[in-house]
């Protein structure tokens, strides 16, 4: 299988790192607080902005309350990070793309305070740019990040290759426009016809510059 592109655009959590216990465990106790059941917390947080994940569990609680418990969970998750390491070939192939100049950012529902302490904590090397939760008005599931991850690296979104784990970021890179690439084979892959190739890890994967085009090979 070969894609072609001209940038990278990655999801951070499941893609780049492997936080999941850290963000598990903040969850849990928010599922905890508030008397719901922990997979049905665990299940849907994945991959959404927190601050929609905690519309959708707490539809009834005012904006100041949702600000609050906010806060709340942000600071869990961004002064717990035990465990968190870069994924197997993440930071090879971010040190390739940066060898051979091919542009890259991070594309993540991770407000700036977490997101960089989980980068930082993992190794991984500083992208040019970041699109966090603070960047736009919509995340994902909706487009709005990768469309602005692509205008950031000054490509078209067809131009881009999105790298994603998490079914809300799969619909965001598709409805964006972009070439998506599923890390990890999820059982229940949203749109499945529709991704352009499915890998277990990074390592899978080889790229070679021509041009001003970048193929990827598996």
């Not at 939760?133 to 979104?157: D, I, M, R, T």
């Amino acid at each position: 299988m070969v894609l072609t592109c001209k940038g990278f655009l990655f999801d951070l959590d499941g893609t780049l790192i492997d936080s999941l216990p850290a963000v598990e465990r903040a969850w849990i106790k928010f599922a905890d607080k508030v008397g719901i059941d922990r997979d049905e917390v665990l299940h849907y947080v994945h991959g959404t902005p927190a601050i929609l994940s905690l519309r959708h569990f707490m539809p009834d609680a005012s904006e100041e309350e949702i600000t609050s418990i906010f806060k709340w969970i942000e600071k869990i998750e961004t002064e717990d990070t035990e465990g968190i390491t870069a994924l197997p070939g993440a930071i090879a192939l971010i040190d390739k793309l940066n060898a051979l100049d091919i542009p890259w950012a991070i594309v993540t529902s991770g407000t700036v305070p977490l997101a960089t302490a989980r980068h930082k904590i993992a190794e991984l090397p500083e992208p040019a740019h970041w699109v966090t939760a603070e960047s736009v008005k919509q995340g994902k599931p909706n487009p709005e990040p990768y469309l602005l991850g692509a205008q950031k690296l000054g490509l078209l979104p067809e131009e881009c290759v999105v790298f994603e784990d998490a079914i809300a970021g799969i619909h965001a890179g598709l409805d964006a426009g972009c070439q998506v690439v599923v890390v990890h084979d999820l059982p229940d892959i949203p749109r499945r016809d529709e991704t352009h190739l499915t890998i277990t890890n990074l390592e899978e994967i080889e790229i070679v510059k021509s041009g001003g085009y970048v193929s990827i090979y598996t």
